[in-house]
């Protein structure tokens, strides 16, 4: 028996996202005793990377109908694959294109699907997975009834294990038939670091008082390797692009940590930013919601505070 | 063209989650329920638009049991033609999906629009079935669409960035933001609600693949350590020693 695990790649380079699924599906066979097998669409650079996270085998899939993102047609790959290597449980991770697949895997495998997983399955009593509802507010146990399963796994969620293994490596031709959908151009940030996959968030709202003080929000993010991001007026007023709103109707994340400068906390912000690590807000209402939410706080002026901190973190990183 | 929203019930964006029944159900007692945000401002909002420049149809659809009804009428205020609601009450994704395609399967429509995701079970699933059910392309965290005829480009959120795409109808897509602004119904479409045809129909599959166990809440969060305003370098401090995050 064996998992397979959908491996997303970027220029050959495997996202961080599929490699914490390659660590939770390794993490997974260990008490199952099965082998992992990452999937890619084309060639991967990174598969020292694989191994390191516990993949056996990675199989490369060659298919000509497959050079834009075609999610039926990686789908169709993995249901292949699945069948060829006798495989019952399916990993992905449940970032954007994880999102996009495993509804229809979930239909072409008859399979019974958890998405979101914020632990590894317990197979004590059936096979549950646990994962997050009411957007942050609470966790529920699923239990998969079906033989087939898919599990996607919430984005730095999962403690990536070590495992280094040696990755055998497999091509494998398929004919996925003809894409219905025609890609006409991908627009992929380069330089910035893409804030779904960020690990440290500074974040700033309408306490900033308008777009041209954003620089400082930029220079503490840059001392601390942060993404940037902020409130939803902030975006609908255009200060900032609207890729960069967090909260329940932006962006959803979870980084290790997020700084909140200028944001009151309301509940709809809070959904989509609830599950970081440690949240640090700085507000000059020291009454602001935000707080209760908040492992560290600072009550005072941002345009008094930020620049310090700018400053401490320089001296940190010298 | 001709349009079908699919729409969820879920409790308010403010609403209190607590659970009842040794922690396997959600305790809806005083929960305001309102239409998923993603199905009413971007999907049924997007669908309308296309139904007044170029003429057609919108129906709403929801599955759940006849407590639905009153969020379901939002939808006809905020200006569907017609809703059909599915009596069965359901938590597994495969079986709404099953009951929605089993409706839309014949009844040619071109496009069927869901939300991104529930606020509730945060599953981003429903959509992607719908289409694989149906044999039609899926579209997800759809942020634009743009029609000329049967050809519709489509701009939609992948890991790290965006993608623009050309697809023919029939397809399904769920709606992200940035695809349309929320309206709010006015009187005359609250009144207009009340006598538009909202049919309910038997479930086409009871099977379900996922089933809820228990829930729980996270665990309190502790107080708020405060950094003095004059002294902020402590924050730094506190972070890299403390919380040893950078």
């Known amino acids: 028996m064996s998992i397979i695990v959908y491996t997303s790649t970027k220029n050959g380079d495997v996202l961080k996202s599929s490699l914490e699924a390659v660590s939770y599906a390794a993490q997974t066979a260990e008490s199952s005793n099965q082998e992992v097998i990452a999937l890619s669409i084309g060639n991967v650079n990174s598969v020292d990377e694989l191994g390191k996270y516990g993949a056996n085998k990675l199989i490369q899939v060659q298919s000509s109908s497959v050079s834009s993102f075609q999610p039926n047609l990686i789908a169709k790959a993995i249901q292949e694959i699945s069948k060829i290597e006798d495989s019952n449980l399916c990993i992905l991770s449940h970032d954007l294109n994880g999102k996009a697949i495993s509804p229809l895997l979930s239909v072409m495998m008859n399979a019974g699907m958890v998405t979101g997983a914020v632990g590894l399955p317990d197979d004590s009593n059936g096979f549950i997975v646990r994962k997050g509802v009411f957007s942050g507010k609470a966790f529920a146990r699923i239990k998969i009834s079906s033989e087939k399963k898919i599990v996607t796994v919430m984005p730095n969620s999962i403690e990536k294990k070590e495992f280094n293994q040696t990755t055998n490596i497999e091509s494998v031709e398929l004919d996925l038939g003809a894409p219905r959908i025609k890609v006409l151009e991908q627009k992929i940030a380069s330089t910035d670091i893409p804030l779904p996959e960020a690990e440290k968030v500074v974040s700033a709202g309408r306490g900033l008082k308008g777009p041209e003080n954003w620089q400082m929000v930029e220079d503490l993010a840059k001392e601390l390797g942060a993404a940037t991001a902020c409130s939803r007026p902030v975006a609908d007023m255009d200060w900032r692009p609207h890729h960069e709103h967090v909260g329940q109707t932006g962006v959803a994340i979870r980084p290790n940590l997020y700084i909140a400068i200028g944001i009151s906390g309301a509940i709809q912000h809070l959904a989509g930013v609830n599950q970081s690590k440690v949240i640090v807000v700085i507000n000059t209402d020291k009454e602001a919601p935000f707080f209760k939410s908040a492992d560290y706080g600072i009550v005072g002026d941002a345009f008094e505070v930020i620049p310090k901190l700018v400053e401490a973190a320089k001296r940190l990183s010298a | ?246």
Do not use: H
């Not at chain 2, 599953?123 to 029609?147: C, E, F, N, R, T």
């Open chain 2, 1 to 246: 063209m001709k349009i079908l929203v699919c729409i969820s019930k879920v409790p308010d964006t403010t609403a209190k989650i607590a659970f009842k029944d040794n922690n396997t159900a959600y305790d809806t007692d005083g929960v305001q329920f309102i239409i998923n945000p993603y199905d009413e401002w971007y999907a049924l909002v997007r669908a309308l638009e296309i139904k007044e420049s170029q003429g057609g149809s919108v129906t709403v659809l929801n599955v759940g049991g006849p407590e639905n009804d009153p969020t379901i009428r939002k939808a006809l205020a905020i200006g569907a033609d017609g809703a059909v609601r599915v009596n069965i009450n359901s938590t597994d994704a495969m079986n709404t999906a099953q009951n929605i395609a089993g409706f839309a399967k014949e009844e040619g429509f071109d496009i069927v629009f869901c939300g991104k995701e529930t606020i509730d079970y945060n599953g981003s699933q429903v959509g992607g079935m719908i289409a694989a059910l149906l044999d039609m392309p899926y579209i997800s965290y759809a942020s634009k669409l743009d029609l000329d005829g049967s050809k519709a480009t489509i701009e939609r959120d992948i890991q790290g960035g965006k993608e623009i795409l050309e697809v023919e109808v029939p397809f399904v897509l769920s709606a992200a933001k940035g695809m349309a602004e929320a309206r709010i119904p006015n009187m005359r479409g609250i009144m207009a609600a009340r006598t538009k045809p909202l049919n309910v129909i038997e479930p086409s599959s009871s099977d379900n693949m996922t089933e809820i166990v228990s829930y729980e809440l996270p665990p309190a969060k502790g107080e708020c350590k405060f950094v003095d305003a004059e002294n902020p370098e402590e924050l730094i401090e506190l972070l890299r020693n403390e919380a040893k995050i950078i």
